[in-house]
């Protein structure tokens, strides 16, 4: 134990990071400085949680879960009773605590553990983050509200970095509405904004050959800047 505590005060030195933090921050998300999480807050778990998921039955031997992992290269996955019911999680360390030679006499639901932190549908990806982040887990069973062992999907690290993508482009497109209004404000202008479609009819014509509303002031965001 002695040598645990100290391997980890080590650890933490050398790389303060958690695991997931370390994996958001090579994509340039840092997460300690607060704002990633707080725009983190304006997505929902259910938007981007996994609802069809693979997970494991507490009654097969713990052979049968080594071979799942192998087959969808998961590294944890929820494990239910005969009920569909939520009773634990199985991850790849669980199996490696068990002695090999007991594989087969093993069941599921004896190596997988039960104290399950889990994460509901309505709640917002900043307060899951902040839940795995404390324990530095990579995975959260999403369960209902009114009953937490009805597994509803699994939110994994990769959920949380396409929740961020979202998250950025929600703000970027609030922010540019929000521009246009108040173009609209000082100028009196109305602001019309058209994404040319390759099936458009002034696709790949100049813009001189196209009939425009009288007085109107083009503004081209194209890679192309010629008439």
Same mark, same amino acid.
């Given at each position: 134990m002695f040598a645990v505590v100290v391997s980890l005060i080590v650890s933490q030195r050398l790389q303060p990071d958690s695991v997931y933090a370390l994996?958001?921050?090579r994509k340039g998300i840092r997460l300690q400085r607060g704002r990633d999480v707080e725009v983190?807050? *304006?997505?929902?778990?259910?938007?981007?949680?996994?609802?069809?998921?693979s997970t494991l039955l507490e009654s097969d031997p713990l052979s049968v879960?080594?071979?799942v992992f192998a087959q969808t290269r998961h590294h944890g996955l929820p494990v239910v009773d005969a009920h569909g019911?939520?009773?634990?999680?199985?991850?790849? !360390?669980?199996?490696e605590?068990?002695?090999?030679?007991?594989?087969?006499?093993?069941?599921?639901? !004896?190596?997988?553990?039960r104290a399950v932190l889990?994460?509901?549908?309505d709640e917002p990806i900043g307060t899951a983050l902040r839940r795995m982040s404390t324990r530095d887990v990579g995975r959260l069973p999403v369960v209902a509200r009114d009953s937490r062992?009805?597994?509803?999907?699994?939110?994994?690290? *990769?959920?949380?970095?396409?929740?961020?993508?979202i998250a950025l482009t929600r703000r970027t *497109?609030?922010?540019?509405?929000?521009?246009?209004?108040?173009?609209?404000?000082?100028?009196g202008a109305q602001v019309i904004e058209l994404a040319i479609t390759p099936t458009a009819a002034c696709a790949n014509q100049p813009v001189r050959a196209v009939v425009w509303p009288r007085d109107c002031v083009l503004a081209s965001c194209g890679a192309d800047p010629r008439p």
């Open positions: 994996g958001l921050a983190l807050d *304006t997505i929902t778990v259910s938007e981007v949680m996994q609802t069809e998921t879960a080594a071979e019911e939520l009773c634990g999680i199985l991850t790849v !360390q669980d199996i605590r068990v002695q090999l030679d007991d594989g087969n006499t093993i069941t599921i639901g !004896q190596a997988c553990t889990t994460a509901f549908p062992r009805k597994l509803l999907g699994v939110l994994r690290r *990769t959920d949380l970095v396409r929740a961020y993508d *497109t609030m922010r540019h509405t929000a521009q246009q209004v108040r173009l609209g404000v000082f100028t």
